[in-house]
């Protein structure tokens, strides 16, 4: 049974930082890409930042680069996502998605459209505010 499993949110104080977690099984790990993904209230979701595990390329979403660090470790088929400095504006749930052939992870990212042999987890609610 393929399962992607993301964790890690919850109430953050702006400024601080989260690590998401995106534990999967059930698949081959290292042929996949896997993204994050994230959807605000009332607005569409958008990619954040993915992650090759074949050749170990990155995207981020320009807004959130150097805030935010994406990484994989094989050896607990697992992508971390840490969030640095949040803003109210990171309120959203965090989904985590997996691809066998993105064709490139900015691709991947920049349209984040399931498609029927995507795998997708449940997602965690990132919620920054005072």
């Known amino acids: 049974e393929v399962q992607l499993q993301a964790s890690g949110g919850g109430l953050v104080q702006p400024g601080g930082s989260l690590t998401l977690s995106c534990a999967t099984s059930?698949?081959?790990?290292?042929?996949?890409?896997i993204a994050w993904f994230r959807q605000a209230p009332g607005e569409e979701r958008e990619g954040v930042s993915c992650i090759s595990n074949r050749d170990g390329s990155t995207y981020y979403k320009g807004s959130l680069k150097g805030r935010f660090t994406i990484s994989s470790d094989a050896a607990k088929n697992t992508v971390y996502l840490q969030t640095n400095n949040l803003k109210p504006e990171d309120t959203a749930v965090y989904y985590c998605?997996?691809?066998?052939?993105?064709?490139?992870?900015?691709?991947?990212?920049?349209?984040?459209?399931?498609?029927?042999?995507?795998?997708w987890g449940q997602g965690t609610l990132v919620t920054v505010s005072s």
């Open positions: 059930g698949f081959i790990f290292d042929d996949y890409a």
């Open positions: 998605a997996a691809r066998l052939r993105p064709g490139t992870v900015g691709w991947f990212c920049r349209h984040p459209i399931s498609r029927d042999d995507d795998y």
